[in-house]
């Protein structure tokens, strides 16, 4: 299995994603300084290691799922990729 490098920056939608909460509820995080964030042109982007910081290590199959491929797995069956 190869590994997905782990980005530096996160996006509003994945770290939304990654904390199941709404868009906005992160720029409120990033206002009260619970997680890092910064704006990059008109996007926000939002450091890895504060929202590892807040709920741990990020499991490297969400970074597979967010570019595309998405991955099913069940026990004793072999990896199945299928295309978005």
Same mark, same amino acid.
């Given at each position: ?18 904390? /199941?909460?709404? #868009?906005?509820? $992160?720029?409120? +995080? *990033? ?6 964030? %910064? ?5 926000? /982007?939002?450091? #890895?290691?504060? $929202?590892?910081? +807040? *709920? ?6 969400? %970074? ?21």
């Amino acid at each position: 299995m190869t590994q997905v490098p782990q980005p530096l920056l996160l996006t509003v939608k994945e770290v939304a994603k990654l904390l /199941r909460i709404h #868009r906005p509820k $992160v720029y409120d +995080l *990033i206002k009260a300084g619970t997680i890092e964030g %910064f704006k990059l042109g008109s996007d926000w /982007r939002v450091k #890895r290691e504060s $929202v590892e910081k +807040l *709920i741990g290590e990020i499991p490297e199959d969400f %970074f597979a799922s967010s570019k595309g491929a998405k991955k099913l797995t069940t026990p004793g069956l072999a990896q199945v990729k299928l295309a978005s």
